[in-house]
């Protein structure tokens, strides 16, 4: 488990591969159990920071404040389409601001998501348990993968196959730009109800390092078409196609608050420059208006935070482009 002060493996074999993790990385939060990674606070309320510092919970040593972990909430509950799909967004946020600090968790999974509720019973995800996560300034996330003693992560069915397939060498390096937000997309079956198709045995169980995309398991109608088609974006056996966090999360944030934007016939700055200003307003009323505010508003508070012009057009354009095929 990674502290404030503590040392923890960079995925390296070299004898400095042990790195010190400075007090500065990580704030305190109001129980003294757990680190949160530091997260630029969007606004705040007195004492009370919203934003993205409770998406990402850096080490715990045990569950007080979080009720339960992601997969205990769905083994009870199961989200509508539009709750699921918030919730794959909040999972996407996190990565992105990981991904933006250089930090790659490499053990993703339901077990390692804790749940905490807002006042509407709404979970609130935190990525936790950051003990197998790359995190050299040296390297970024960019690891040279010289000889199989290299540490590549503790979650062998959730590894990304450009991490999976990958063969030591003097000149190999694995790129986990990208793998986390792979993981998400795994993990996405399982909020929106069905079974994770890279878990368990039989003829259904797919294999990260082997499958073909073809393979994928077709998520139901009920689930909303943009999630759909962007579980298997994220899904994509190359890398390079596979979307970035920051251009997933917009697609998702875009397909749940920006129908009025996607539906002009052309997509001109003006244009998207009124509706940002439009959500801009809607969220600070909202955020001054409620004692605490609920998942929806810190979502979008994130977006308007993390907002860039490029990341936004291209999720724009992706959406645009799954709408107008046959």
Same mark, same amino acid.
């Given at each position: 488990m990674l502290c404030a002060g503590d040392s923890y493996w960079n995925g390296t074999d070299s004898p400095s591969s042990r790195v010190d993790v400075p007090h500065s990385t990580l704030d305190s939060h109001s129980s003294p159990l757990y680190g949160v990674l530091s997260v630029p606070p969007l606004f705040r309320d007195g004492s009370e920071e919203v934003g993205?510092?409770?998406?990402?919970?850096?080490?715990?040593?045990?569950?007080?404040?979080?009720?339960?972990?992601l997969r205990q909430y769905l083994q009870e509950h199961t989200p509508s389409p539009r709750l699921a799909t918030m919730m794959t967004l909040q999972l996407l946020e996190g990565v992105d601001h990981l991904v933006q600090q250089g930090i790659a968790h490499r053990d993703l999974k339901s077990d390692n998501i804790l749940v905490e509720l807002d006042s509407d019973n709404c979970p609130w995800l935190v990525i936790s348990d950051f003990g197998c996560c790359l995190a050299d300034e040296r390297i970024g996330l960019q690891l040279p993968f010289t000889s199989w003693y290299v540490d590549l992560g503790g979650n062998g069915s959730l590894m990304a196959p450009e991490v999976s397939t990958a063969r030591p060498g003097p000149r190999t390096v694995v790129d986990f730009s990208k793998a986390d937000t792979w993981a998400v997309g795994a993990i996405a079956y399982e909020i929106f109800g069905l079974a994770n198709p890279f878990?368990?045995?039989?003829?259904?169980?797919?294999?990260?390092?082997?499958?073909?995309?073809?393979?994928?398991?077709?998520?139901?109608?009920? #689930?909303?078409?943009?999630?759909?088609?962007? #579980?298997?974006?994220?899904?994509?056996?190359?890398a390079s196609k596979?979307?970035?966090?920051?251009?997933?999360?917009? #697609?998702?944030?875009?397909?749940?608050?920006?129908e009025h934007l996607l539906a002009l016939k052309n997509l001109k700055l003006d244009k998207m420059v009124g509706w940002l200003l439009q959500q801009s307003a809607a969220t600070l009323l909202a955020g001054r208006l409620m004692e605490r505010s609920c998942v929806e508003t810190k979502l979008q508070m994130l977006f308007l935070a993390n907002l860039e012009c490029e990341a936004l057009c291209q999720a724009a354009l992706l959406l645009r482009s799954w709408r107008a095929a046959p």
């Open positions: 993205g510092g409770t998406v990402m919970a850096s080490e715990f040593q045990g569950q007080e404040g979080y009720p339960c972990t878990y368990g045995q039989g003829r259904a169980h797919l294999e990260s390092r082997s499958y073909q995309e073809a393979q994928l398991p077709e998520m139901p109608k009920l #689930v909303p078409p943009d999630a759909r088609q962007l #579980v298997r974006s994220l899904l994509q056996r190359e596979r979307p970035s966090a920051r251009v997933a999360a917009n #697609v998702l944030h875009l397909s749940l608050w920006g």
